[in-house]
C-alpha cells in the first residue's frame, strides 16, 4: 500500500508528455550611462513549458526575483510570463515592487526584462535582462 | 533360572531329561508350582476344545469394524486463492491509493521542489534605480508586453 502510494507520488513529478521541453537563456546585464555593458552573466536553464524558473540577482542592496514561465504555443511562438519582485534599500525605508508582464513571440525573438523599471531616474547604472526560450528537440 | 518358566513346556512334554523329573518333584512339592502347572494344563484343554476359528469370518467382521469408523475428513487443502470478488476489490483498493499518492504529489509537494531556482550575486558596486514597474519588451521592436 505504501509502495503504491510513493508511486504515485513520484509519478505526480513526471512532466506531462504533451509538455515540450525548453531551452531558456536569461543574460542578467548591467549597462552603465553610455549604455555599455559592464557585467553580464548568462545562465542556461532547460525547463518545460509551464513550469517557473527562478532568478534571484542580488546587486547590492537590492534583490531582484524574477520568475519566467515559458508557455509553447501550436504555432511555435512562445508565451512568456515574466513575474518581477524588486527589493531596495536597506531595512528602514525598503521599496519594493512587484509586477507581471507576458508577451507572445516568435521562436527565436529575443526578449529583455527591465526589472527595475525601464527609465534610469538619474541613476548611474541599470539592469536589464535578457530572455531566449527556443525549443528542446528530440 | 525361575523353574515356573518351565511349566508351560512341561505341561507340553517339551522338557528333556534329567529335568523334566526334577520339575515333577517341585509340583509335587510346591503348592504354588502345583497351582501353575494345574492352569497350564486347563488352558491347554480349553483351547484343544475351542472350535477352529473361523478366520474369513474374522476378517470380514475386523473390515466391517474398520469401515464403520467415522471417516477421516479429507485433508483441507489451504486455500490460497482469494475469493473472485476480491480480486476487482484489491485492484480498486490499489489504484485509489496509486491516485491519492498522485493527488498528493500534484498538491502538497513544496513549490521550490517543481522550480529551478538560480542565484546570481553580482560583484561590485553599482548604483541601481527603482524607477518603475518591470517591463517586458521584445528586442527587435521594443514592443511591450501586457501587464
Aim: net charge negative; charged share 20%; glycine share 6%.
Amino acid at each position: 500500500m505504501a509502495l503504491f502510494l510513493t508511486i504515485g507520488f513520484a509519478l505526480a513529478d513526471l512532466p506531462a508528455q504533451e509538455e515540450p521541453l525548453l531551452h531558456l537563456t536569461v543574460v542578467p546585464r548591467i549597462l552603465n550611462d553610455a549604455v555599455q555593458v559592464i557585467w553580464e552573466q548568462t545562465l542556461i536553464q532547460d525547463t518545460v513549458a509551464g513550469r517557473p524558473v527562478v532568478v534571484n540577482l542580488e546587486v547590492g542592496s537590492t534583490s531582484v526575483r524574477l520568475t519566467i514561465t515559458c508557455y509553447s504555443a501550436p504555432d511555435l511562438s512562445y508565451l512568456i510570463v515574466v513575474q518581477g519582485f524588486v527589493r531596495q534599500g536597506e531595512v528602514a525605508g525598503r521599496n519594493w515592487r512587484t509586477s507581471v508582464q507576458s508577451l507572445i513571440v516568435p521562436a527565436g525573438e529575443r526578449v529583455v526584462y527591465f526589472p527595475l523599471g525601464r527609465e534610469r531616474r538619474g541613476a548611474k547604472h541599470q539592469m536589464l535582462v535578457e530572455l531566449h526560450v527556443e525549443a528542446v528537440l528530440p | 533360572m525361575n523353574p515356573k518358566m518351565l511349566i508351560s513346556a512341561h505341561v507340553d512334554h517339551e522338557v528333556e531329561e534329567p529335568w523334566a523329573t526334577r520339575v515333577d518333584e517341585l509340583i509335587r512339592q510346591d503348592r504354588e508350582m502345583e497351582a501353575e502347572a494345574q492352569l497350564h494344563h486347563k488352558v491347554k484343554h480349553q483351547l484343544a476344545e475351542a472350535p477352529w476359528p473361523a478366520i474369513e469370518d474374522s476378517q470380514i467382521a475386523v473390515w466391517s469394524r474398520l469401515q464403520a469408523l467415522a471417516p477421516r475428513e479429507a485433508l483441507v487443502k489451504p486455500t490460497t486463492f482469494l475469493p473472485w470478488w476480491s480480486y476487482p476489490a484489491v485492484a480498486a483498493v490499489l489504484a485509489f491509493v496509486l491516485g491519492s499518492g498522485f493527488w498528493l504529489g500534484t498538491h502538497s509537494a513544496p513549490a521550490s521542489q517543481n522550480l529551478a531556482e538560480l542565484k546570481v550575486q553580482v560583484p561590485g558596486q553599482y548604483s541601481l534605480q527603482l524607477s518603475g514597474d518591470g517591463q517586458l519588451l521584445k528586442v527587435s521592436t521594443m514592443e511591450g508586453g501586457a501587464p
